[in-house]
């Protein structure tokens, strides 16, 4: 029931740029949450980035500084804006959102939601 559309990667050199964004469509009640993972080969997905609906945001280590994360409640979207690209930034991009939605028994839950990835590439 809610779609999670991902746009703005690619390929860029070391101390690039790039801008992500997410963007949630469907029948829910409200989105409390949306964040940016990023997952390499053999690895563990981690997050990078996230934003509550009130605002709040938390960045991983790695990327705080460098990396901020943004959202606009009434578009249901969040942005990824990607600076001082490093190589070891090099992996897909998942926009993932928390939302609550109306189930067919008529009780309320939160359901989790993941985009499909975006590639990011920063090469040396």
């Known amino acids: 029931q809610v779609q999670l559309v991902e746009s703005g990667g690619g390929l860029v050199q070391s101390g690039g740029s790039l801008r992500l964004s997410c963007a949630a469509s469907g029948s829910f009640l409200s989105i409390k949450a949306m964040r940016w993972y990023r997952q390499v080969p053999g690895k563990q997905r981690e997050l990078v980035a996230g934003?509550?609906?009130?605002?709040?945001?938390d960045y991983a280590d790695s990327v705080k500084g460098r990396f901020t994360i943004s959202g606009d409640n009434a578009k249901n979207t969040a942005n990824l804006q990607m600076n001082s690209l490093k190589p070891e930034d090099t992996a897909v991009y998942y926009c993932?959102?928390?939302?609550?939605?109306?189930?067919?028994?008529?009780?309320?839950?939160?359901?989790?939601?993941w985009g499909q990835g975006t590639q990011v590439t920063v090469s040396s």
């Open positions: 934003i509550g609906n009130s605002g709040s945001t």
């Open positions: 993932y959102a928390e939302a609550e939605l109306s189930t067919s028994s008529g009780f309320v839950g939160t359901f989790q939601y």
